[in-house]
């Protein structure tokens, strides 16, 4: 049996948080198999072993998203990591490095 991911493939069907690229905090949901505030296990902003930070964010002034990277301890918007497709909502773009950081064993950074 292979062990459980570190991360969910998708956000949650009832998430409050669907889009919100900032969210790495649910909020939790009454009623449901997680009714208190926990992190987020889709959100995620992960680093491979050089220390490059690999996370999603937005074209400056478009809704589309992709994964960008970045040098830890730098500041700017980072690089576009071209070998992902732009995506039309911040979840799928997520999904994408999500998996990628996966494949990759990437660490998940938590601070």
């Given at each position: 049996m292979s062990a459980v991911p570190e991360y969910l493939p998708?956000?949650?069907?009832m998430c409050p948080n669907i889009?919100?690229?900032?969210?790495?905090?649910c909020p939790g949901i009454p009623g449901s198999l997680h009714p208190d505030e926990e992190p987020c296990r889709?959100?995620?902003i992960y680093e491979d072993g050089r220390g490059w930070r690999y996370f999603v964010r937005s074209q400056v002034g478009l809704?589309?998203?992709?994964?960008?990277?970045?040098k830890a301890g730098q500041l700017g918007n980072g690089r576009s990591y071209k070998t992902l497709p732009w995506q039309g909502s911040f979840d799928k773009a997520q999904a994408d490095l999500n998996a990628l950081a996966a494949r990759?064993?990437?660490?998940?950074v938590t601070n």
């Open positions: 998708f956000r949650c069907c889009n919100k690229p900032a969210a790495l905090i889709f959100v995620k809704h589309s998203y992709r994964t960008f990277y970045l990759k064993h990437w660490k998940e």
